[in-house]
């Protein structure tokens, strides 16, 4: 009786295509220059663009590394024009920030139990900046030779 | 049958992607970008720099940095032009040119990467 029910009422209802339109308030383009924490939300999605500024560069010094002293010099003295400076010193600036804001949201992408307990966030963020001077120090190892 | 999304492979190549970037970009784009050949720090010398990426262990290294620092890039520029710029129209089109940008950056980078001498 019920499923019989239920079926007649499927095959009353009908959907119409003219459905009530949504209230929808309208956003500026501009929106992310109404508050710091906006802006500072752009900024940080905007550290990608540098994060692949960064990828250019490092294929483009691999290249001249594989063709030889001479390319490679070039290359260095590539790295000295001042707008070349002047964008690295701003990528700099955003892949830090990219890196300190990463970490400073890496307790709410993982939550690490540990005997039952939630570990604090302070820690996993802490951890996370140990691993980051751990990491660097790899680097600086095999790549500053004096 | 639903379609399945390819959201969550791209969210998660943006995801590590992101680790990966946070961790060692910011000291290898100070030290190759700027304290060598500024002279802030000694650089090293030309055979060494060749010695150490004709190892494959670093080849590997940096093609996978590369791979995922793109992909990281393209996920993220692709949401802040939805976002920010609310160009939704041209979803398909900033879709292919994210994507499509990565997808040739890593072939090049493993183009590069494989060839070197």
């Known amino acids: ?146 | 049958m639903a379609k399945q999304s390819n959201e969550p492979v791209l969210w998660v190549l943006f995801s590590a992607g992101g680790v990966m970037a946070a961790f060692v970009i910011p000291v290898q784009l100070f030290l190759l970008s700027l304290a060598f050949p500024l002279g802030w720090i000694p650089a090293p010398r030309y055979e060494y720099m060749l010695a150490l990426v004709r190892l494959p262990l670093t080849r590997l290294y940096l093609f996978v940095l590369c791979f995922l620092a793109l992909f990281h890039w393209a996920h993220r520029f692709r949401y802040t032009l939805y976002d920010g710029l609310q160009i939704k129209h041209l979803n398909e089109l900033i879709f292919v040119c994210c994507y499509g940008g990565a997808m040739f950056g890593t072939v090049l980078a493993g183009y590069l990467l494989w060839n070197f001498r």
Do not use: C
């Open chain 1, 1 to 146: 009786m019920k499923t019989r029910e239920a079926r007649d009422t499927r095959q009353t209802v009908r959907y119409t295509e003219y459905h009530p339109r949504w209230y929808r308030a309208h956003v500026s383009t501009w929106w992310w220059l109404a508050g710091w924490p906006y802006l500072k939300f752009i900024l940080r999605e905007m550290s990608s663009v540098f994060v692949a500024w960064f990828v250019v560069v490092l294929l483009l010094q691999i290249r001249a590394l594989s063709r030889g002293p001479e390319a490679y010099a070039a290359f260095e003295l590539w790295l000295q024009n001042p707008l070349i400076v002047l964008l690295n010193l701003i990528t700099q600036f955003f892949v830090i920030f990219h890196a300190v804001t990463w970490f400073n949201v890496a307790p709410r992408a993982m939550a690490i139990r540990f005997r039952g307990k939630r570990v604090p966030d302070p820690w996993i963020v802490g951890a996370n900046y140990v691993a980051w001077a751990a990491i660097s120090l790899v680097v600086v190892w095999f790549l500053v030779r004096s």
